[in-house]
């Protein structure tokens, strides 16, 4: 005889126990994965977050009439640190994340500890107190600390050698200065009858005068740069660097091996003490070469290093550490 009267299976009655026991789980647990709580074990996700925002945003600053990502300029009202270059300091966002900006890493060295650890949010919240994290941001080169216009870029305080530390590092393109580029076709539209090379340079100069000729298409046997002058006198070794650069391989230091065969180079860079520009004079730098001659030649007119310096960006790690 069959019964008006609904049942339910102890099976699926079960089964819908310990699905919902099963979701309370889940709800619970999920969001430990993603939100900040005390204790260490946020500490690696508050350096990540650090180490996101410095490199991959702008930063942000805002008044009641005004905004912009150039917050550098405009220390009294910033809103977020970033380090991202900004094409567009009237938009929110980068559209160049990892390559950092000189001047904004300049002015973050400038700032004192509190608007730092403010605006990186660099502390955590424990019963209403707020409790600041020990920090350090640095950002290192080949190995080495990065030094821009004379500082080392290291902020933050030394961890205590007993001290548990989350540490975390990004690939970043850093701004260290500025560099003019030409090509061995410019070069050759000058009287090289001398096989001189004649770049003018106005002073004062504040960063490291960086010359790079690229773009050798010559098959001349022999080719070499000799030596360096300075308005005719010939420059101290101390003073100036030269890095050679092959189709295979990355720009290798050969100042201590004057002269320098040239026949199979790429690129060459020349970087001079900028302490031998001081005032606001014309200097003229000029680079003597062997073998460098072409017959197509006209007037020397130097090429001006002022009006064809642009950013140079080098890479480097940026590396965020932080501990209680």
């Not at 002015?107 to 949010?121: A, D, H, R």
């Not at 590092?169 to 410019?186: H, N, P, Q, Y």
């Amino acid at each position: 005889m069959l019964r008006d009267k609904g049942q339910i299976s102890f099976d699926f009655l079960i089964g819908i126990v310990v699905f919902l026991f099963t979701l309370m789980f889940v709800i619970q647990f999920i969001p430990g994965l993603f939100i900040s709580t005390s204790g260490e074990g946020s500490l690696d996700s508050v350096a990540y977050r650090t180490a996101n925002l410095l490199v991959e945003d702008p930063g942000w600053w805002e008044n009641s009439t005004h905004n912009g990502t150039n917050w550098e300029i405009n220390i009294g009202n910033i809103s977020r640190i970033g380090l991202a270059e900004d094409e567009f300091p009237d938009i929110r966002r980068t559209y160049t994340p990892n390559k950092l900006n000189r001047s904004k890493i300049q002015q973050l060295m400038e700032l004192n500890e509190t608007m730092i650890i403010n605006n990186l949010g660099l502390y955590d919240m424990v019963s209403g107190t707020k409790i600041n994290y020990g920090y350090n941001i640095s950002i290192d080169k080949n190995g080495d600390p990065l030094i821009i216009n004379g500082s080392i870029i290291n902020i933050g305080k030394i961890p205590p050698a007993n001290q548990d530390r989350f540490r975390i590092s990004r690939t970043v393109l850093v701004e260290t200065g500025k560099i003019a580029e030409f090509s061995v076709d410019e070069l050759s539209s000058w009287n090289l009858s001398n096989e001189s090379v004649y770049i003018n340079v106005t002073g004062p100069q504040n960063d490291s005068v960086i010359i790079q000729i690229i773009e050798f298409n010559f098959n001349t046997t022999n080719s070499t740069f000799h030596h360096a002058k300075l308005n005719g006198t010939n420059i101290s070794s101390n003073n100036y660097s030269v890095y050679k650069k092959t189709n295979t391989s990355k720009f290798i230091n050969v100042s201590q091996s004057l002269p320098v065969n040239i026949t199979n180079v790429s690129s060459l860079r020349f970087v001079f003490n900028n302490s031998m520009f001081p005032t606001n004079v014309t200097y003229w730098i000029e680079l003597s070469f062997t073998n460098f001659t072409n017959a197509s030649l006209s007037s020397a007119i130097p090429v001006e290093y002022n009006n064809r310096t642009q950013p140079l960006f080098e890479p480097a790690n940026l590396v965020v550490g932080v501990w209680k």
